[in-house]
Nanobody, 117 residues
Framework: QVQFVESGGGLVQFGGSLRLSCAASGSIFSLRTMGWYRQAPRKQRELVAHVTTAGNTNYADSVKGRFIISRDNAKNTVSLQMNSLKPEDTAVYYC???????????WGQGTQVTVSS
């Protein structure tokens, strides 16, 4: 079972940028589409971006034009460049297979992103 370790979060001001990284314990190529999810306080976890093995991307409307997802199959990593951050982007961010994640034991600890206004 592949597991994930996310990093790169932090506290940033409105309009700032952050780059998140996700390291997988196994091959992400075999998982095909990978995604970044987020969970804000008192809200359900949502998929915000995903990328296929060929590099095709898709974004939630709330982040389109601001976030860029990428992957390195050789290094088994997935990244999320987040620009023009808003307070509503505040959440814990996770990576996993998309659009259907692996089972509950695969989730990492996530990385906290906090955007101040």
């Amino acid at each position: 079972q592949v597991q994930f370790v996310e990093s790169g979060g932090g506290l940033v001001q409105f309009g700032g940028s952050l780059r998140l990284s996700c390291a997988a314990s196994g091959s992400i190529f075999s998982l095909r589409t990978m995604g970044w999810y987020r969970q804000a306080p008192r809200k359900q976890r949502e998929l915000v971006a995903h990328v296929t093995t060929a590099g095709n991307t898709n974004y939630a409307d709330s982040v389109k034009g601001r976030f860029i997802i990428s992957r390195d199959n050789a290094k088994n990593t997935v990244s999320l460049q987040m620009n023009s951050l808003k307070p509503e982007d505040t959440a814990v961010y996770y990576c996993n297979k998309a659009p259907t994640p692996l089972d509950s034991t695969s989730w990492g600890q996530g990385t906290q992103v906090t955007v101040s206004s």
